[in-house]
C-alpha cells in the first residue's frame, strides 16, 4: 500500500518561512514525478510545484515561482518545499503528490498518489 505523509505545516507569520516533507511508503517513484497542490478554503486544488526523477527539471506556479523551491532524494524516497516570503495568500492545504510517470499536464487527475495534506495558515 503507497502511502505519502506530510509533515512541517504550521502557522506563520507574513514573510516567514517554512520547509514542507513528504514521506512516501510502499513504492518508489525513482522513475517518476513527485510535487505539490494545494487547496485554500472556498477554491480548487491548484498545482505548486514539481519535479521529476532526475531532480533536474522542476516546474512551479507563477504564483510561488522564486520563493518556494522544491527538491526530492530519492535515496530516502521524499520529496520537500521550501517556502520562503510567505504570503496569506498562500495559506492553504498543502498536499504532497507522486506518480510513476512524467507528468506533462499538471492537473490533479494525473496524480496517481496524494497525501492527506498539511495545513499552512499565514497570517498578515
Known amino acids: 500500500q503507497v502511502e505519502l505523509v506530510e509533515s512541517g505545516g504550521g502557522l506563520v507569520q507574513a514573510g516567514a518561512s517554512l520547509r514542507l516533507s513528504c514521506a512516501v511508503s510502499?513504492?518508489?517513484?525513482?522513475?517518476?514525478?513527485m510535487g505539490w497542490f494545494r487547496q485554500a478554503p472556498g477554491k480548487e486544488r491548484e498545482f505548486v510545484a514539481d519535479i521529476r526523477w532526475n531532480g533536474d527539471t522542476t516546474t512551479y506556479a507563477d504564483s510561488v515561482k522564486g520563493r518556494f523551491i522544491i527538491s526530492r532524494d530519492n535515496t530516502k524516497n521524499a520529496v520537500f518545499l521550501q517556502m520562503h516570503s510567505l504570503k496569506p495568500e498562500d495559506t492553504a492545504v498543502y498536499y504532497c503528490?507522486?506518480?510513476?510517470?512524467?507528468?506533462?499536464?499538471?492537473?490533479?487527475?494525473?496524480?496517481?498518489?496524494w497525501g492527506q495534506g498539511t495545513q499552512v495558515t499565514v497570517s498578515s
Open positions: 503528490v507522486a506518480d510513476p510517470s512524467v507528468v506533462v499536464v499538471r492537473v490533479p487527475r494525473n496524480y496517481d498518489y
Open positions: 510502499g513504492r518508489t517513484f525513482s522513475r517518476g514525478t
